[in-house]
């Protein structure tokens, strides 16, 4: 079902798309359409409207430790310092360098 706002999105996709097609530059079309300039970037790297409108998935930094966190915190470490200060001593800071080298330790 189509809704006003993914209406709104395809036609300002199309709208900006043209702007560009025309040569104008991002400044230029914010400027034009009274969007953020920031908008503009987003709407002109995204390859459909389909993109637009379904949104992205956002990845983290975190994302290659999260099984290893989740490990930990069902386990029960929940102090901080405590675990930092063991995992100085077993040598797992260097480990988070090389986030491969914790799935394979981390494996049953």
């Given at each position: ?12 996709w199309y709208e ?6 025309q040569?104008?530059s ?8 009274e ?21 992205g998935?956002?990845t983290?930094?975190?994302?290659p ?21 063991r995992?100085r001593?077993?040598?797992?800071h260097r480990?988070l ?9 981390a494996?049953?």
């Open positions: 079902m189509r809704t006003t706002r993914s209406d709104n999105t395809e036609w300002r900006i798309q043209a702007l560009r097609v040569g104008l991002m400044g230029m079309i914010a400027r034009r359409l969007l953020d300039f920031k908008t503009v970037r987003r709407y002109l790297r995204a390859d459909s409207v389909e993109q637009l409108v379904a949104g998935v956002r983290s930094k975190l994302d430790f999260k099984p290893y966190l989740h490990q930990r915190l069902t386990a029960g470490a929940r102090k901080w310092h405590r675990a930092a200060r995992d001593r077993t040598g797992l480990q360098q090389h986030p491969g080298a914790i799935f394979e330790a494996a049953p």
